[in-house]
Each structure stands twice: as C-alpha cells, then as structure tokens.
C-alpha cells in the first residue's frame, strides 16, 4: 500500500508529507521510503496559530477558522506529494494534523486537540484519510504520546546493544528497547522562544547565536528545578507548558532570586537553553538506561537537581528531528552522552527530517489493517488500541484489511 504521511509538529513552522511503500511479510512491516516534501505555513497562517496558542486566549470562532486553513494547508501538501513522490498512485493519507492543546491535569492527560480538518485532504486528493491518532490511546488511559514510540520500538529491534530512539522536535523525546517512551522537556521550544524574543527570527540557524553565548551556570541550575524534569514515565508535555511566557518567567524569577544584579547578554540565554536541552535529554537517557527504566516516584530524578550520576549504559542513541540542523546542540549533546554514539537515523534508513511524517504513514497503514498502533509501555494505556478516525475518499471508506498479524519489526527497504 503507497501512504502519505503528513506531520506538523510543536514547532508549527510547516508540514511534511512523506510517502511510503508499506506491505506486511509475516512480523514485518516493510516500508520503502519515496520521498518527503515540506510545505511552509504561510506567514499569517503561523502568525495567527501562534497567536492562539496557549498562554493566549482564543475564541471558537478562531479555532474553527484554524481547523479550515490548517485542513486546506495539509491538503495542498498531500496533492503536492501524491504528484512529486507517488505518480499520483498513493492510496491513502495518514495526517497527524496541528496539536493547539493537550490537556493535563497533575501527570494525567484527559484531552488533546490535533486541528487540521480531515475532510480537505479527502476532498482534495480524492483518498481516504485517517487523522486524529491520539484521542484512542488518551480514553484508554494512556498518554496519547510519544506516538512514535511503536515505530522505533519496531525499527529498533535487533539492533546490538542498548539503542535508545530520540527525537529532536519542539518537544524532545525518545523510545528505550524495553518500551519506556516520554517526552524529556523542551528541544527547540525554549531556544526557539528566546531567539524570536531577542531577534524577530524563527529559530537558530545553525546554532549561530548559541555559539556566539556562554552557557550561564547559575542560570542553568534555576531551569532545571522545573518539576517537569523529576515526574516519573510515561509523560508527555508541549507548549502548553513550555511558551515564551514560561521562559520569559523563569527570567524573571531568576533575576529577582540571584544574589547580585546578573542579567546573562541575550546569547549567553540562547547558549542555556540549548545546554538546558542537551542535559535534560542526557539524563533522561542516563536514569532509563541505568536500570531499564525511569526512576519511581521519590527516586532520586531524571533530571535537575539532584543530577543523576554516571555514564548512560544505552550502546547509540540514535536522533531525528529539526534539532539534528543545529551543531551546537548536538555537540553539547554528544559531551553530555560522555562518549555514547550520536547517529542520525539517515543512516539506517530513515531520513532524520522525515522520520515522524513516515511514522504516521505506518501508523495510518496500521489503522486500516485494523492493527494497534500504540505500545501500552510506551504510553501507559491500559492495552493497545487501534487508533484515528477515518474520513472516505471519493471511493468511499478503504477496506479493512483484518486478520492481518501484527508486525513486530520494521524493515526498511
């Protein structure tokens, strides 16, 4: 079956459209990749995205309005797709659509909102399209992310060692072989928060402004008191906790708390940051790898302070995501690893800017074999579920293809 997958992640700065040749060969799931294009939001689209996002209030009217571009913006990615990668042969569309809200209430998720309404992408491409993944996963009681967790877990099995999957996104997270998967904090949001606050920019480019920056120790130690970092797996975070004004108030808070006047230069914040990242993704695979496991609730934590000690046991922690583009993130995550291999997963096969979009075309090609998309270790549901809802092409509804087995590896080919 020939997929497109669609992603845009908490970033928000465009979408990906992967496609894939899938087939099921006994416990595998085989996928050729075919190709992957990107498609910038437009300015005022992002601009008026992120101006509904939270800490902003928003209006119904707005949400609805988002729901409908988002939905167009994803389908002209999809029609662009099935034209340059697939010779319009494509069968189905898998879209994970925009996240604006996911709901958490004292380490448990009761909702999550992905927006990008399904029906454009039916309408323009004529397929099937199974969107709106997470919901399943979060009534099961389950976290509702990281939803790649599968996926790696697939794609890492049978490799030597003690390979650890990591994400670099907005959010960061990463999947361990015996199943534990959990968002760590922040990847880019913060860095990406600062930068727009201190430059007007998107992002940095190249890591340019965090080279220029010292990394500020006092600085450091006040961002990693957040409690986020000490909470046990499975969890899962977003924007919704790390925004400009979480940065903008832990500034505050740390300039009102030091004992002399120190306001750290804008690169010195940047430069933080991206050490706040690189330490907070290193501990969290130092305490998995330690025991196989997140530490429990009162142990000491995974990140923060106290600081957890040692040289993680995972044998390559293998990264994707938009922060594998910045060299001053990945060299401070490599000196953080202390000697652990850093490999892009380009070189195994999936394409590091790709990996999540080709993701969600496994996950969508799942659905309608009417096969689990989820791990209960990963997310902490209480069982597997298959996941997303379907919208019909023009063809009607894709066939179920049940009685499939569940494969229980991923082979790229």
Partial sequence: MRVIGLMSGTSYDAIDAAAADLRLDGPDLVLTPLGMVTAAYEPGLREALAAALPPAATTLAEVC??????????????????????????????????????????????????????????????????????????????????????????????????????????????????????????????????????????????????????????????????????????????????????LLAALADFASSADEDVTPADEDVVATLTRLTARTVADAVRSLSATGSPPAAGSPPAAGSPRVTGSPRATEVIVSGGGTRNPVLMAMLGAELRGVPLRLSDGLGLPAAAKEAYAFAVLGFLTVHGLAGTDPRSTGARHAGVLGSLTPGRSGFPQIRAGAEQPVRLVLK
């Fill in 65 to 246: 309005r988002l729901d409908t571009l988002i939905g167009q913006a994803f389908a002209a990615a999809a029609v662009r797709a099935q034209r340059e990668l697939c010779d319009g042969r494509a069968e189905l569309i898998a879209s994970h659509g925009q996240t604006v809200f996911h709901w958490t209430d004292q380490g448990q998720v009761r909702g999550t909102l992905q927006i990008g309404q399904p029906a454009w992408i039916a309408e323009a491409t004529g397929l099937p399209v199974v969107a709106d993944f997470r919901p399943r996963d979060i009534a099961a009681g389950g976290q509702g992310a990281p939803l790649v967790s599968l996926v790696d877990l697939m794609w890492l099995r049978g490799r030597p060692g003690t390979p650890v999957a990591l994400n670099l996104g907005g959010i960061a997270n990463l999947t361990a072989p015996d199943g534990t998967a959990f968002d760590t904090g922040p990847a880019g949001a913060l860095i990406d928060a600062a930068v727009r606050r201190f430059t007007g920019r998107d992002f940095d480019a190249d890591g340019a402004l965090a080279a220029r920056g010292t990394v500020h120790e006092p600085l450091l130690r006040h961002l990693l008191d957040e409690p986020y970092y000490a909470r046990p797996a499975p969890k899962t975070t977003g924007k919704e906790l790390f925004h400009e004004g979480y």
